[in-house]
Antibody, heavy 117, light 112 residues
Framework: EVQLVDSGGGLVQPGGSLRLSCAASGFTFSSYEMNWLRRAPGKGLEWVSHISGNGGSTHYADSVKGRFAISRDNAKNSLYLQMNSLRTEDTAVYYC??????????WGRGTLVTVSS | DIVMTQTPLSLSVTPGQPASISCKSSQSLLDGDGKTYLFWYLQKPGQSPQLLIYEVSNRFSGVPDRFTGSGSGTDFTLKISRVEAEDVGVYYCMQSIQLPLTFGGGTKVEIK
């Protein structure tokens, strides 16, 4: 089955760190660019980060630049998001998503990150 | 950054009636390759977003033909010809002509 399963969310204090994971199956993972997006409580969708198929190119939203790092392990069919110096405004459901052409055609179910003291 | 402005914020629709959502971008979404990178997503309650329409007017695989996208340049519309109960959720427009990718604020559709 073609799917993405994201995990790793939880409760963390401001200033803390968390690493999200996304396990892909059912397709040739290395052939696709992958992204992380999020939806904060009561707010809309926000793009967070992008990585190319071979991992050689990455991009970040200004709101997370310098604090978050996207990476992938194509041998393990896995995508990651290392989140450091977390702030309360980073509280959101985080989704990994497969990018096809210029859109997202496959999404994970989401993992909740709560930043609170 | 390209700002995407959606209206209305919410819609309450009687089943079987039409609905329309507007999306305006702060700059043209027409790329040099001749394509316009405007997309529509629906996030149903408790689910991940799902793609409805790509490049303004193309229905994604499995999307019912009651959903129609139209527009050009900076002005776009999503129409549902006859709303059904399963159409409830939050609709988003999204641009991908340039980074950062940006979304409209969302339109919440509920059934009367």
């Amino acid at each position: 089955e073609v799917q993405l399963v994201d995990s790793g969310g939880g409760l963390v204090q401001p200033g803390g760190s968390l690493r999200l994971s996304c396990a892909a199956s059912g397709f040739t993972f290395s052939s696709y660019e992958m992204n992380w997006l999020r939806r904060a409580p009561g707010k809309g969708l926000e793009w967070v980060s992008h990585i190319s198929g071979n991992g050689g190119s990455t991009h970040y939203a200004d709101s997370v630049k310098g604090r978050f790092a996207i990476s992938r392990d194509n041998a393990k069919n896995s995508l990651y998001l290392q989140m450091n110096s977390l702030r309360t405004e980073d509280t959101a459901v985080y989704y990994c998503a497969r990018r096809q052409r210029r859109y997202y055609d496959l999404w994970g179910r989401g993992t909740l990150v709560t930043v609170s003291s | 950054d390209i700002v995407m402005t959606q209206t209305p914020l919410s819609l309450s629709v009687t089943p079987g009636q039409p609905a329309s959502i507007s999306c305006k971008s702060s700059q043209s979404l027409l790329d040099g390759d001749g394509k316009t990178y405007l997309f529509w997503y629906l996030q149903k309650p408790g689910q991940s977003p799902q793609l409805l329409i790509y490049e303004v007017s193309n229905r994604f695989s499995g999307v019912p033909d009651r959903f129609t996208g139209s527009g050009s340049g900076t002005d776009f519309t999503l129409k549902i010809s006859r709303v059904e109960a399963e159409d409830v959720g939050v609709y988003y427009c999204m641009q991908s002509i340039q980074l950062p990718l940006t979304f409209g604020g969302g339109t919440k559709v509920e059934i009367k």
